[in-house]
């Protein structure tokens, strides 16, 4: 893309406000986590992965454990021949451990979200100038959906740096050098290792990429050959610990991603079955998606600024490979508006930040250039300062009712854990009295469900919901204590 002379001004101050920036959005996350959040996992994706982190901190694989009965099973944890671990792909979890071994886990997110700023600068700088990148910068660092995450445990910022490097790589590939397509395939192939749909998705629109900048199917073949050897790796690490050769250590096809069905009779009523369901849960989820769990959360003005600069850029190389990988995401989530606790959004499409900021970007430089083409430097500068000054501050605004919206919520969370701690012993069963929940605690978004966490193996408690629940962890556990606890009184405001 072409760039006029407004927007090769050299303008001084750039890399002090660059620094501001990123200082501003790196301690407001670490507050909002520490503060806010509690510096706890609320959804038990979250929950799963720092424990499969504090398990890579002892050197080990998984941990062992007695076989427990189904209903005192966590989800989202694998039990395999006396052993427990995460079922999901390590090299989060991996990264997070080093969190643990310092102490400050909850710093890692900060960091990767903070290295994805940087990237995301890069991008939009090659490609507009440097005052167009730090607008942008400024406007998604201050955005409450991408705040949240950052201040979380869920591996999607991890997912999004690596789409977000594996663009940078793929958007200036040298004509000349492989260098660059072997470590683009080496950035796939860890993605792999961190969320295989999310990885397929990347790959895909950066192949497609690199074959618009390279016009040749046998640089494909490069970081393709790279990316599978990232695959296999992840499925030799998943035979490791679960005995199966395979990207997922649980049946990911016949569960959440739905595509194979036993109970279908045949090949044709199979693919049936799968569009059936497609087209159902495409009407259902489409509409709360991008009303409620998808644009809400990232405000109005933003991807208004992004639609501009998606129109304005449409035969780019660039924007094309970048709407793909929406595209994809949508498709192969199947428009799923999963977000977990309120505070976050939806978590599937998280990764689509590297094309929200970028298009934003196009959509600045594109107003700029539209409106304020007859007038001088300066009339443009403060233009485009005091839009995105306004952004900004209506995205604050979002962030801090969403905060106070929800701290209720947080709060309780601290209070059953204070409680927990004073009445029950470490290593106890944990029998909740489940009228206590009704009686004591109003509200929508929580139940007791939510602290059920039965993922540390024998070292911490065991939480049981009913009678039949605690019959079983009595017989599997008969050296255990058992210690009936109430709910605490608490009113959750709405």
Known sequence: ?????????????????????????????????????????????????????????????????????????????????????????????????????????????????????????????????????????????????????????????????????????????DMRSNQSLYLLGLVLGLHIANRPLDAFCSAIACLYLTFLHRKSYVAILKPLSIMCCGLFILCGYNWVISGKFSFSTYPILNAEFKVIYPEANGLFNGLSLFVAEYKSSLIKNLWPLVTTQYFYYMGVILPLIAVVGLISTLKEKLTVSLILHVFLLLTLYNFHNSQGWPQYGARYYYPTWIGLGVLTAFGLKFLSEKFLFKSDKKTRLLALTSITFLVVSFQIFSQLSFLEKYANRFEFVKLFHRELSKSCNPKDIVAFKYKSWARNVSTSFLGPIDFVRNGNGENDYLFVLNSTDLASAKQSYPERSVCKFAFPKFRLKE
């Open 1 to 173: 893309m072409g760039k006029n002379s407004f927007f090769l001004i050299d303008s001084k101050p750039h890399n002090f406000l660059l620094i501001l920036i990123l200082g501003c959005f790196f301690f407001t996350t670490l507050a909002t986590s520490q503060i806010i959040y509690l510096d706890y996992p609320y959804v038990m994706d979250e929950y799963n992965y720092l424990v499969q982190a504090k398990i890579f901190s002892t050197g080990h694989l998984t941990i062992p454990i007695k076989e427990l009965p189904i209903s005192l099973v966590d989800y989202f944890f694998i039990h395999h021949e006396g052993h427990i671990f995460s079922k999901y792909p390590p090299l989060f979890s991996m990264i997070l451990a080093l969190g643990v071994i310092v102490g400050a886990p909850i710093v890692v997110n900060p960091y990767i979200c903070l290295l994805f700023l940087i990237c995301l600068y890069n991008i939009i700088e090659r490609h507009s100038s440097k005052i167009i990148a730090i607008c942008t910068l400024a406007i998604v660092a201050s955005n409450p959906y991408f705040l949240g995450y950052a201040s979380s445990y869920f591996s999607q910022p991890l997912s999004l740096l690596l789409t977000t490097l594996a663009f940078l790589i793929a958007s200036q590939i």
